[in-house]
């Protein structure tokens, strides 16, 4: 369990730390036109991977898969510590993010492997999930400090002890198990996984560029051909004995319905995440150090709850309470945020957040234990790796569709308000809401603007204020999401956490 642990603070840290030396490393390396490829090649080539190896863990046991993953994963992290310009960068991220794709896949099934009793497992997942969250809460804060004393290598360096540290748990103290045994040889399927990779490969493409560039003919053709993807793996998956994607999984009521609730979840949480911070630093003109305190009990409490809630439902008569309960509390926190104004007091906002993280905590381990108690040993791999790309695919649409939003009103209220002062020259500066958190941008630009004998302070303002209202309008979308994920919540039948011990074959 430390090694698995270890493993998931392996991929936590990375995803935190390199976010904060993004900005340094553009700014060396030069072509920005790449800026956003540095995240979306390691999460386009993760959404695939994951259900993959989920399924060839089942298959195979998951430990040959998840010591692979840590090797090609701390490999691409030294690759990309190398980098001498955007494109290799970009190249190893995609790499890195195979190895992320193979740990998710694989790491996160091994505790219903080490511990069948699903009440036993729930207090366990607590030590996966503190590893996690301390990941979370380190990131920012750790990727800052590297950054500025040690360069913008280092924010990859470091995952190298961890990595080395993993490596040496789980090779040493985990065990190889399998639960599907075959008679035979057994025929991978390589048609499913290829059209794994071209369904979610082409959505996550057109969901980089809606928010950008809006609905265009390339962008509707990659939906196109992610839609006729989705379609052809279904077709082909009923007819392949040993599909990748078992389709039986999703005619079981129990386990639609949960897949259904990560997707939302995934949408709503991830909405919240990537727009709190701009709402927070360019709408209500904080310090990022001040940002990333009132944000930080967000990340802080998912932990608190994951631990709150592995003491709680496994003591209740009826566990899916802790959803209702979980999207509930959420609601409340988007809701929050949504009627959020510059002169709140922080402590208020980081009540929210507190409640949101909370939430957070009560959903996401017990979507994982109650998939698993549904899907069965023979599934356990496939199921949770699931679960872990419909989250990922839910935050995808989420941030795709709440940018698109926030994208166009913020254009449109800064629009207005340029014509209005005759001052449309300056759209292209205030045109992009990063000018409200660059401080130094904005003082050339109001001098610029001064000597055209334009009021740049009330034009900036107007441009916060549009700011606002636009994220607000996104963050209210995802708090509608959360208050439809609770209405979904009703279709999942009770789970009971029972103790499950099943026999499975040791390999070593």
Request: glycine share 10%.
């Amino acid at each position: 369990m430390l090694g698995v642990s270890f493993v998931s603070m392996l991929v936590a840290l990375d995803q935190t730390v390199v976010g904060t030396a993004l900005p340094t490393i553009v700014a060396d390396l030069k072509g920005f036109e790449l800026y956003a490829w540095v995240a979306t090649s390691y999460l386009l080539t993760s959404v695939i991977t994951v259900p993959i190896f989920g399924r060839l863990g089942d298959y195979y046991g998951r430990k040959p898969f998840v010591i692979a993953s840590i090797v090609v994963f701390t490999a691409a992290s030294v690759l990309c510590g190398a980098a001498n310009n955007m494109l290799f960068l970009v190249i190893a991220r995609g790499l890195q993010g195979i190895g992320g794709g193979m740990l998710v896949g694989t790491a996160f099934a091994c505790i219903p492997d080490l511990f069948p009793d699903s009440v036993v497992r729930l207090r366990w997942q607590v030590l996966m999930s503190t590893a996690f969250g301390i990941a979370n809460a380190v990131g920012p804060s750790l990727g800052g400090f590297l950054t500025q004393y040690y360069g913008w290598r280092s924010v990859f360096y470091v995952n190298l002890p961890v990595g080395l540290l993993s490596l040496f748990f789980v090779w040493r103290y985990l065990p190889h198990l399998r639960h599907v045994v075959h008679e035979g040889k057994m025929r991978l399927d390589w048609p499913g996984a290829l059209l794994i990779a071209l369904s979610l490969g082409s959505l996550q493409v057109f969901v980089e560029l809606l928010p950008k560039h809006g609905v265009t003919a390339s962008a509707a053709g990659l939906l196109v051909l992610s839609v006729a993807s989705a379609i052809a793996l279904w077709q082909w998956e009923k007819r392949f004995p040993q599909a990748i994607l078992p389709v039986d999984m999703f005619r079981n009521g129990s386990l639609s319905a949960l897949f259904m609730l990560a997707v939302l979840g995934g949408f709503a949480m991830f909405s919240l995440l990537f727009y709190a911070p701009l709402l927070f630093q360019g709408g209500f003109g904080m310090m990022p150090n001040e940002a990333g305190l009132v944000i930080t009990p967000l990340v802080v409490f998912i932990t608190i709850g994951s631990i709150a809630n592995g003491r709680i439902v496994s003591r209740i008569p009826n566990p899916n309470v802790m959803l209702f309960v979980g999207f509930a509390l959420f609601a409340a926190a988007s809701l929050g945020v949504v009627i959020a104004t510059r002169s709140m007091p922080h402590w208020l906002l980081m009540l929210f957040m507190t409640l949101g993280g909370l939430g957070l905590g009560f959903v996401l381990p017990n979507l994982t234990v109650f998939a698993q108690q549904t899907a069965g040993r023979e599934h356990l791999g496939i199921a949770t790796a699931l679960l872990q790309s419909l989250r990922m695919i839910g935050g995808m649409i989420g941030t795709a569709l709440t940018g698109t939003l926030v994208t166009h009103m913020y254009a449109s209220g800064v629009r207005s308000a340029l014509d209005g002062d005759h001052a449309y020259k300056w759209f292209a500066d205030l045109g992009d809401p990063q000018i409200l958190v660059n401080r130094d941008a904005q003082q050339t630009l109001l001098g610029e603007m001064a000597r055209a004998g334009h009021n740049g302070a009330l034009l900036l303002e107007s441009a916060r204020e549009s700011l606002v209202g636009a994220i607000h309008m996104g963050l209210a979308l995802g708090a509608l999401v959360s208050i439809l994920a609770i209405w979904q919540s009703r279709r999942v039948p009770p789970v009971k956490l029972r103790k499950q011990v099943e026999p499975v074959v040791h390999v070593d």
